[in-house]
């Protein structure tokens, strides 16, 4: 996994930035009560998305939580007084607190399985009544968008998708959620071209191949070999799942 205490200083523009940020925030929103009064994002990161799922609603009072200390104080710059530092492992809030709770790219991150279900299991915890899980799934997909880069990495090895869909909705279903709807936004500035792809195997963003590895060099290597070094292909698209707490009777 990347060390995100030296990743957060470049992380928002490696990573699309304040258009994906955008396209990101609407899509949770939509997935959102109108309603909602209190909002906790889960591994809030920087707080680029946070940022704006507080802006777009006023009335919405939005809390923040990361355990990376750089992120964390990143976040918070952004939002004063909204960000905590906590393991999504075991969340510092009461039972039933929140109207939504919302994890955006952290489930893919997570090595154990067992992480995974604690991580939705705490999520779930957290959630009143008639209130919503939203949550990225399917990451590492999103990005095969079937260009040359991707013919080149096909065979590379993988991990079992942490955050596939079917294993998200196991785990929300057994703690009480029910599925509410799903979208899909636009990861704009994150195409990739043959050289940042090489970048990407270099600093571990493929986690299955070391950097500075055999395989992560003969891999690179082939990606050089590719037309259009700098021209980045296609855009990926996010999924996102959206689950529902019964309201009680």
Do not use: N
């Amino acid at each position: 996994m990347l060390d995100y205490e030296k990743e957060a200083g470049d992380y928002d523009a490696l990573r699309g930035g304040e258009a994906r940020a955008e396209a990101a925030a609407r899509a949770v929103l939509g997935l959102t009560p109108g309603g909602a009064g209190r909002l906790l994002d889960v591994a809030c990161g920087t707080g680029i998305v946070t940022r704006r799922l507080a802006a777009a609603r006023p009335r919405l009072r939005v809390t923040g939580v990361d355990l990376t200390p750089a992120m964390v104080g990143m976040a918070a710059a952004r939002l004063p007084g909204a960000v905590v530092r906590a393991d999504s492992r075991r969340l510092p809030f009461p039972d039933a607190a929140f109207d939504a709770v919302t994890s955006i790219w952290l489930l893919h991150l997570l090595d154990d399985p067992e992480d995974v279900r604690t991580v939705v299991a705490e999520c779930a915890r957290v959630l009143r009544p008639g209130g919503v899980y939203v949550t990225t799934v399917d990451k590492a997909a999103a990005h095969d968008v079937g260009s040359d880069i991707d013919a080149v990495l096909a065979d590379r090895p993988r991990r079992p998708a942490a955050d596939a869909a079917a294993t998200v909705t196991e785990h929300a279903v057994r703690h009480g959620l029910r599925p509410a709807g799903e979208t899909v936004f636009r990861g704009t500035g994150q195409g990739r071209s043959p050289r940042s792809a090489i970048a990407d195997l270099r600093r571990g963003w493929f986690t299955v191949l070391p950097p500075g590895g055999p395989r992560t060099e003969e891999f690179a290597a082939r990606l050089a070999r590719l037309p259009d070094q700098d021209r980045p292909r296609a855009d990926p698209s996010f999924r996102v799942c959206a689950f529902r707490r019964p309201a009680a009777v």
